[in-house]
């Protein structure tokens, strides 16, 4: 069984940062793929980030590139989202997940095993 717990979230203005982080429990982290999904109010819940188990790829959704950065600390069983250039349309709750098996970095819901609690991200305008 593996536990995912997200900080980081809070309100933020427009054009600000913020830094999420996942820490994971249970199994062997560095076996995991990882990544971060959002769901705003009355929307489905969408794909932002993912990182490879050994951090060598990553992949991301188009409207945050080169705002937003995935990385991870093995070591600490961690999983971070650096997000720089905060719009409100990035207003969510940000939710992190482990794929068990990964096959490079999947974008698919269905793909990802375990999933954290979330963490309220507010963006005001």
């Known amino acids: 069984q593996v536990q995912l717990v997200e900080s980081g979230g809070g309100l933020v203005q427009a054009g600000g940062s913020l830094r999420l982080s996942c820490a994971a429990s249970?199994?062997?982290?560095?076996?995991?793929?990882m990544a971060w999904f959002r769901q705003a109010p009355g929307k489905d819940r969408e794909f932002v980030a993912g990182?490879?188990?050994?951090?060598?790829?990553?992949f991301y959704k188009d409207s945050v590139k080169g705002r937003f950065t995935i990385s991870r600390e093995n070591a600490k069983n961690t999983v971070y989202l650096q997000m720089n250039g905060l719009k409100h349309e990035d207003t969510a709750v940000y939710y992190c997940?482990?794929?068990?098996?990964?096959?490079?970095?999947?974008?698919?819901?269905?793909?990802?095993?375990?999933w954290g609690q979330g963490t309220q991200v507010s963006v005001s305008s």
């Open positions: 997940a482990a794929d068990l098996r990964p096959a490079g970095v999947r974008q698919a819901l269905r793909d990802y095993d375990y």
């Open positions: 249970g199994g062997t982290f560095s076996n995991y793929a």
């Open positions: 990182i490879s188990r050994l951090g060598s790829s990553t």
